[in-house]
C-alpha cells in the first residue's frame, strides 16, 4: 500500500452538507446552489441550513436570532483575558486563543451530548466576532464596541469593528461573503475538527484544531496573503503580467489561485468578482478589482501555455472586497473563521453522531533491522 500524497482523492465521510463538482465549477450547501444561497439569503439563515438540513420559516429564523444575540456578549473573564493578550499578536492566533479559553467558561465545555454541542455551536457563532473585534479594538487603544442585539451577524461586526452603523450595500455585501465562505466539504480545517472530535475529545478543542488548520497560507490565509500580493504589485511598479511572470518564473505560488478540487473556476470567485465590483463602483474605488481583473488575465494566459487547470479560488476577491469593506488585511483569516465555524461545527454533529476514530495508516519508508550501539560507541 503506497501513501495518497495530501490525501488526494481519498474519501473519509459521508456528509449531507455540501457537495463540490470540481471539473464543473459548482458547490452545493445541503442541495441548494451557492449562487442561489449567496444573492438570496443571510449568513443566519444558511447558519440554520447547515445545522438543521433545511432553511428556516420565519419562526425557526427568528429563533436563531434570538439565540445568536443572547450569546454575543462575552463573559468578563474572556474579555480580561483579551486586554492583556499582546498588540501585536496574529489575529488567528488571538482568535485561537480565546476560542479555546471560551471553553474555561462554559458549564457544558465537557458534555459532549448533541442538544449540548448545538448550544455551544450557537455560542462560538455569536462570539467569534465579538472576540474578532474586540482584539482589533483593544490593539488599536480602543474599547470593545458592546453587541447590538437588533442587527444581524453581518451588520453586527461592522458595527463592533468601527462603532458606527454600516450601510445597506456594505452590511448586504459582507452578509454574502460569510454565506459563500460559510461550508466546503471535506477542507484542511474541517478535516482537523473532525480528527479531534474522532477521539471523542470536546467540541471547543475540535474547533480550536480547525482555527490552527485554516491559519495557513495555502488555506485560510491565503486571502490576506492575495491583498498583501496586490499591495506589492501596486507598489513595484510593474505591469501587472509581468508582474505574474516573473513570479512564476521564480516557481512562486501566486496567492488565491489553485485548489485541490476545483479544476475550473471556484465558483464563490464568480459571485465574490461580482460583490466587489458593486462594493467598489459604490465607494468610487476600483483600482484593487482592476489590478485583480489584470493578474487573473495573466494567469489565465500563463496557465494556459503550461496546461495547468489553475483558476481563482475564493480568497482571490474576497481580498479586495474586505479591503473596500474598510477591514484590516490581517483580519481576513479570522473573518473566514467566523463564517467557516456554522460549517466545521455542522460537520461536528455529524462526526459525533457516527463517531468512528479517524486513524490512517503511514507508508513506512526508513530502515530496518538496526541495532543499537552503546551511546558512547555510536
Ligand atoms: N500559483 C502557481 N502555481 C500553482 C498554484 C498557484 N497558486 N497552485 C498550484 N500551482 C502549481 C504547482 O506549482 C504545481 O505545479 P508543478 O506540478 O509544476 O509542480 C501544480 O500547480 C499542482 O500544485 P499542488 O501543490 O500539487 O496542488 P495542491 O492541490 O496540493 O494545492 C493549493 C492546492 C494549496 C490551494 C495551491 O493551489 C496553492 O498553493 N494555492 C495558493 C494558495 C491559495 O490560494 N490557497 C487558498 C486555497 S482555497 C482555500 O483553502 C480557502
Known amino acids: ?34 449562487d442561489d444561497l449567496a444573492r438570496n439569503t443571510t449568513f443566519e439563515e444558511v447558519a ?98 458592546e453587541p447590538r442585539s437588533d442587527l444581524g451577524t453581518a451588520a453586527n461586526f461592522l458595527y463592533m469593528l468601527n462603532g458606527e452603523p454600516a450601510d445597506e450595500l456594505r452590511v448586504r455585501t459582507f452578509d454574502a ?30 474547533v480550536v484544531s480547525a482555527i490552527g488548520t485554516l491559519k495557513g497560507a495555502s488555506h485560510g490565509g491565503a486571502n490576506m496573503r492575495v491583498m498583501e500580493m496586490l499591495v506589492d504589485i501596486e507598489k513595484s511598479g510593474d505591469e501587472p503580467g509581468a508582474w505574474v511572470r516573473s513570479a512564476l518564473g521564480r516557481k512562486e505560488r501566486v496567492m488565491g489561485f489553485g485548489h485541490r478540487v476545483y479544476k475550473a473556476t471556484d465558483p464563490r470567485a464568480t459571485v465574490l468578482r461580482e460583490l466587489a465590483d458593486q462594493i467598489m463602483k459604490g465607494a468610487g474605488e476600483t483600482r484593487w478589482l482592476d489590478l485583480s481583473d489584470q493578474v487573473r488575465a495573466a494567469m489565465s494566459e500563463e496557465m494556459e501555455k503550461s496546461g495547468k487547470k489553475i483558476y481563482p479560488n475564493v480568497d482571490f476577491f474576497s481580498a479586495s472586497v474586505y479591503t473596500t469593506l474598510g477591514i484590516k488585511t490581517d483580519l481576513f483569516t479570522p473573518i473566514f473563521a467566523m463564517a467557516r465555524v456554522t460549517g466545521w461545527t455542522a460537520h461536528l454533529f455529524e462526526q459525533y453522531a457516527n463517531n468512528r476514530l479517524i486513524r490512517p495508516k503511514a507508508e513506512y519508508v526508513g530502515p530496518r533491522d538496526l541495532k543499537v550501539e552503546p551511546v558512547e560507541s555510536r
Do not use: C
Request: proline residues 4%.
Open 48 to 145: 440554520y441550513l447547515l445545522w438543521n438540513g433545511k432553511l428556516p420559516n420565519r419562526g425557526e429564523l427568528d429563533d436563531l436570532h434570538r439565540k445568536l444575540v443572547a450569546e454575543r456578549a462575552l463573559s468578563p473573564q474572556l474579555l480580561d483575558l483579551i486586554r492583556v493578550f499582546p498588540t501585536d499578536a496574529n489575529p488567528m492566533a488571538a482568535l485561537r486563543t480565546a476560542v479555546s479559553a471560551m471553553a474555561f467558561y462554559d458549564a457544558e465545555a465537557e458534555d459532549n451530548s448533541d442538544e449540548a454541542n448545538r448550544r455551544k455551536a450557537i455560542r462560538m457563532t455569536a462570539q467569534i466576532p465579538t472576540i474578532i473585534t474586540a482584539f482589533d479594538r483593544l490593539r488599536g487603544g480602543k474599547e470593545p464596541v
Open 177 to 206: 461573503a460569510l454565506v459563500l465562505h460559510a461550508e466546503h466539504g471535506m477542507n484542511a480545517s474541517t478535516f482537523s475538527a473532525r480528527v479531534t472530535a474522532g477521539t471523542l475529545a470536546d467540541i471547543y478543542s475540535a
Open 1 to 34: 500500500m503506497s501513501a495518497a500524497s495530501g490525501l488526494e482523492g481519498v474519501v473519509v465521510a459521508q456528509t449531507t452538507l455540501s457537495a463540490i463538482n470540481g471539473e464543473k465549477g459548482e458547490l452545493i450547501y445541503a442541495g441548494y446552489d451557492i
